[in-house]
Structure formats: C-alpha cells, structure tokens
C-alpha cells in the first residue's frame, strides 16, 4: 500500500540557518505530494503542493520538488525564522484518503 | 468564507463516558475526513464520508467508534464508552471533491480520565 517516510525529529537549527527535512514515498500509481504544516495548538496547514513529476511546490520560502526516480518529495528553505518552528508532514494522496508521515519538528532558536 | 469549525475544542469525559464530536465543514465541500493524532505521532485516517454516506471507515476501531454526516447539520464522530487509550487530539478536514488538498480543523482535543 501507500506509504511515507520522513526524517524524524525533533530538529533544532539556529536562525538562518538551511533546512531540510526528507520524505520518501512509496506508491502506485501517480500520487499527489503536499507538505503540511502544524503549529502549536492548531490544525493542519497546507503549506505546498506538487501534482506531478519533476513539479516544484514553494510557499514563504519553503521548497519541495517531486521527483519519480528518487521516490522523494524532501523539504527545503534557505534560511529559517524563529516563526518556522512547527511540525512538519509530508503527504501522499493517491487513490486512498491521505497518507500522512509521522511528522518532522522543527525547532528554530534565535 | 469560515474555515472548518470543530467544537468542542476540548473535552474531558470520565471512563465509560460517551464523546461526541462535532465538525462543520467549510462552506461547498462535501467531503468529510476524521483523522485522529497520538501524542508525538502523526495523523492516522479514520473515517471518510460525504453527505449521509460512509466512503471509507477502514480506520475506523470496530467497536465503540462511529461518525456520520448528515444531510443538514455538521459530521458528528461519537465514541462509546470511553477509555483511556481514546485520549487524542482529532482533527477534522473538508475538501470540495475527492483528492483536492484538505482544509484541517483546529482539533478536539479528548481527555479521558
């Protein structure tokens, strides 16, 4: 069945520093692939999507392409704000309701 | 337009206790999902349903655990006989038709005690 693997957590980076956070996938078919993103005490947010291979989805400087051959959907930004600090989810969506990963915190410190 | 409203945001029920839980989905959107969040883990899928229809209950415990979506009125997840171990954060999502991104609620967070 569907599946997603991403890094676990917690990460602490300093601010302005690079962050990446992994996520492979395995499916069948020709899934759809988000990021959302979770902050103290809310819901869920739609953070960035990407509908097909080699797509990009960006969103407050955040990055992630889709790429088929690597089965991998990894989470990317240049430079990260104290504001940043979160949980992080990739997501599958193919024929099945959603896949979550077990999700990535991100701890940014001034 | 509101996002989508879950009430209560939190809940407190005794062993043995019946919880109900409420979601209004975003205004247009038809389909209904309940996923439930453990402490430090991600979102398990529950229930998936559109108006007065079950689409996919496969998370869904057998016993103790039901949801439904009526034709007037918000989704309603009802847990039977509490325990524990229901102890979660569940959290609601509306999309407009199937495989459009979701719209999350800001949860019901159920204490048991």
């Known amino acids: 069945g569907n599946s997603v693997t991403q890094m676990e957590g917690p990460v602490t980076l300093s601010e302005e520093a690079f962050l990446t956070i992994n996520c492979t996938y395995t499916?069948?078919?020709?899934?759809?692939l988000f990021w959302y993103v979770q902050y103290p005490g809310e819901g869920l947010q739609l953070l960035l999507k990407?509908?097909?291979?080699?797509d990009k989805g960006s969103n407050k400087g955040f990055e992630a392409t889709y790429r088929k051959e690597t089965t991998s959907f990894h989470l990317e930004k240049g430079s990260v704000q104290v504001s940043d600090s979160a949980v992080y989810f990739c997501v599958l969506s193919g024929n099945t309701p959603l896949v979550f990963g077990k999700g990535t915190r991100l701890s940014v410190i001034a | 337009n509101a996002g989508v409203m879950q009430n209560p945001r939190h809940l407190v029920r005794r062993r043995g206790q019946e919880a109900r839980l409420r979601c209004s989905p975003m205004k247009g959107h038809s389909h209904v999902y309940w996923y439930r969040q453990l402490p430090e883990e991600g979102l398990k899928f529950m229930v998936y349903?559109?108006?007065?229809?079950?689409?996919?209950e496969s998370g869904m415990p057998k016993e103790r655990f039901s949801a439904e979506f009526p034709k007037e009125g918000p989704s309603i997840l009802r847990i039977q006989q509490v325990v524990r171990g229901d102890s979660a954060a569940y959290f609601c999502?509306?999309?407009?038709?199937?495989?459009?991104?979701?719209?999350f609620g800001n949860g019901t967070r159920l204490t048991v005690t």
């Open positions: 990407a509908t097909k291979a080699d």
């Open positions: 499916a069948t078919g020709y899934p759809s």
């Open positions: 999502a509306s999309s407009p038709e199937d495989n459009s991104p979701l719209h």
């Open positions: 349903l559109q108006k007065e229809n079950i689409i996919d």
